[in-house]
């Protein structure tokens, strides 16, 4: 689950890490208002109205704007709010920016990188630091990789001092500013680990010209699984920057990832989907989804995941491929013909069966009066799901 950066900053806040700090809004009637608030709340008359979307890039498609004055912020906030805005991490298509932040603006000095998340080669957690923030970081790590710097936390032990230190080293902090830096990265392990996230990105952590560190940016990724412990978190979701199709596969329990092919794909388990996809791939097909129905699948499930695929106007063809194990095959198979006759599929479907009553599934298929394309092997299936397209 990813969250907007104004709420990512208030999780920093709450941990003590200092922040370019805003309100958020929206609804472009209460622009003025908020702009007249942050200039009372930080003294300020210059702003950032910051676009808040789940995409990095903001800045270069055009939904970060410097403002000099109330006015000159009032009018960015009516061209961001409400505006689609593309950048590398976004669709063609874009994302409408439903919500702005009215930031203050800061003076900076400099900016650098800072993130913390698993390193699942050694099982710890990893600090990667680099010294040019504010900039694209994947094209830093392929281009110059000696920029980023990775300190390894074992997380049985947590961060120590030492380590804390040797971050702030890696950013070339001296006198108060290195203290300040110790104080930040001591800070920000203890919010990873707190709030169970998958990553923590300040990008960029700057220095101001009056010599306070402060996070300009925020962006929290967090563990699904752990999200029942943390209730608060859950509040932050937003829906509207999520996939459509995603969102309502979870609703049913499904694992759902939209692709870009045109091979829709319905599985049980996350390793046999995966190889069933790569294996369409090999025969010269697109998969136009991830689908895992997982091991409790029934005809409800069946019909879910059908619609579901099917909501993607791209899939040509469909391919089932289950195999039997805690889920048995008769049970999908009843599923199968429920969904194709109460559905009206208009795309071929090719099924491959096997496993615990594979024998049952074929013969309850082979007496529907459903149209249904049978294969023996996943080979066979792709193949035949691949020349249907085609």
């Known amino acids: 689950m990813k969250i907007h950066e104004y709420q990512a900053k208030e999780i920093l806040k709450k941990y003590g890490i200092p922040i370019q700090d805003g309100i958020a809004i929206d609804d472009i009637n209460q622009a003025e208002a908020t702009i007249d608030q942050v200039a009372t709340d930080y003294n300020t008359n210059q702003f950032v109205i910051k676009a808040q979307i789940h995409a990095g890039g903001r800045g270069k498609g055009g939904g970060v704007k410097f403002s000099s ?55 710890q957690n990893v600090f990667m630091i680099s010294t040019e923030g504010g900039v694209d970081i994947e094209e830093v790590a392929e281009k110059t990789p000696e920029k980023i710097k990775r300190i390894h936390i074992n997380p049985g032990q947590g961060i120590l001092p030492f380590q804390a230190r040797q971050c702030a080293y890696a950013l070339g902090l001296e006198g108060d500013l290195f203290k300040q830096g110790v104080k930040l990265f001591m800070k920000l392990y203890k919010c990873f680990v707190d709030i169970d996230a998958e990553i923590v990105e300040i990008n960029p952590l700057v220095i101001t010209e009056q010599g306070q560190l402060i996070a300009l940016d925020a962006k929290f990724n967090f563990d699904g699984n752990a999200l029942y412990r943390h209730k608060d978190i859950v509040e932050m979701r937003d829906e509207n920057e999520e996939d459509p199709t995603e969102v309502e596969a979870a609703k049913f329990n499904l694992n759902y990832i939209k692709l870009d092919g045109n091979v829709g794909c319905m599985v049980n388990g996350a390793g046999l989907a995966m190889g069933t996809m790569d294996i369409i791939k090999l025969k010269g097909g697109e998969p136009a989804n991830f689908l895992d129905v997982g091991g409790g699948a029934n005809v409800e499930t069946v ?20 195999f039997g194990g805690i889920v048995r095959c008769d049970r999908v198979a009843n599923g199968i013909i429920q969904a194709v006759s109460e559905l009206d599929l208009k795309v071929p479907i090719v099924v491959r069966l096997a496993g615990t009553n594979a024998d049952i599934a074929k013969e309850l298929l082979e007496k529907s009066d459903v149209s249904l394309i049978a294969a023996e092997t996943l080979e066979e299936a792709a193949e035949k799901v691949v020349a249907e397209v085609k």
Not at 78 to 99: A, F, P, S
Not at 102 to 116: M, N, P, S, T
């Open 303 to 322: 019909k879910n995941g059908f619609r579901i695929i099917l909501s993607d106007k791209n899939v040509k063809a469909v391919l089932i491929n289950i």
């Open 69 to 123: 004055s109330k006015e000159k912020a009032l009018e960015n906030a009516k061209n961001i709010l409400g505006m689609t805005l593309i950048t590398h991490q976004t669709t063609d298509e874009g994302q409408l920016v439903r919500k702005i932040m009215v930031a203050e603006a800061l003076d900076i000095e400099k900016e650098f990188y800072v993130a913390l998340t698993l390193d699942r080669s050694t099982g």
